[in-house]
């Protein structure tokens, strides 16, 4: 049997919430500064229907972080603020919804 997606109505396989979800999205990235100097970089604007737990992982792999998701930012350890552009276009996101502070 074939799995229907509850927002389309299209096979799971032929889908594409995910897709416009990355599209229509406007992305901020900055870095905060906290206790004893720490810099983390912080990923809001992502939706829940972009799999912001799938894209958390594949962004602590590549940068070599740790990090978390949270109530619908990415938190990631360390100053990733100029890598974070080229890598959230690698995912699908368009590079003119992606805004550095």
Same mark, same amino acid.
């Given at each position: ?18 897709? =416009? ?5 406007? &992305? ?13 970089? &912080? ?6 229907? $972009?799999? =912001?737990?799938? &894209? ?17 930012? &990415? ?10 552009? $080229? ?10 919804? +992606?805004? +550095?502070?």
């Amino acid at each position: 049997m074939i799995d229907v997606c509850n927002q389309c109505g299209l096979p799971k396989d032929l889908c594409v919430c995910e897709t =416009i979800a990355r599209e229509q999205q406007k &992305i901020m990235v900055k870095i905060e500064k906290r206790k004893f100097g720490k810099k983390y970089t &912080i990923i809001t604007g992502i939706k829940k229907e $972009a799999n =912001i737990d799938e &894209i958390t992982k594949k962004l602590k792999n590549k940068f070599a972080c740790g990090g978390t998701s949270k109530s619908g930012y &990415i938190e990631l350890q360390g100053d990733h603020k100029l890598r974070a552009k $080229a890598a959230l276009a690698e995912l699908g996101f368009p590079e003119e919804t +992606v805004e +550095v502070e």
